[in-house]
């Protein structure tokens, strides 16, 4: 198991931008890091995936939007968000796996996951 922080949320208005980012206690031999999110009363969707070899996923809604990437020196994992919109409102969470053969963006490949930072987007 990897611990997983993440920090960085907040409350910005409509058309902003926030970066969340995560510290995990190792990156070394994860095969995915993404991040996730959940809003009230709807299930958890995945957002954008890294690989190892820093290939990219993104969800269609946020794709042009949001940026993932990662310090594999500071374990740290990022998710810049501009122009954010009042649908993007969720608990994010930051997830890391080892698993092979299944895309970034599946809960599928995660077996530790962040306790999640809250992002507000009000107009």
């Known amino acids: 198991q990897v611990q997983l922080v993440e920090s960085g949320g907040g409350s910005v208005q409509t058309g902003g931008s926030l970066r969340l980012s995560c510290t995990a206690s190792?990156?070394?031999?994860?095969?995915?890091m993404g991040w996730f999110r959940q809003a009230p009363g709807k299930e958890r969707e995945g957002v954008a995936g890294i690989d190892r070899r820093s290939a990219t996923i993104y969800a269609g809604s946020v794709k042009g939007r949001f940026t993932i990437s990662k310090d594999n020196a500071k374990n740290t994992l990022y998710l810049q968000m501009n122009g954010l919109k009042q649908e993007d409102t969720a608990m994010y969470y930051c997830?890391?796996?080892?698993?092979?053969?299944?895309?970034?963006?599946?809960?599928?490949?995660?077996?530790?996951w962040g306790q999640g930072t809250q992002v507000t987007v009000s107009s």
């Open positions: 190792t990156m070394t031999y994860l095969h995915c």
């Open positions: 997830a890391a796996g080892d698993r092979y053969g299944i895309t970034c963006l599946e809960d599928d490949a995660y077996s530790s």
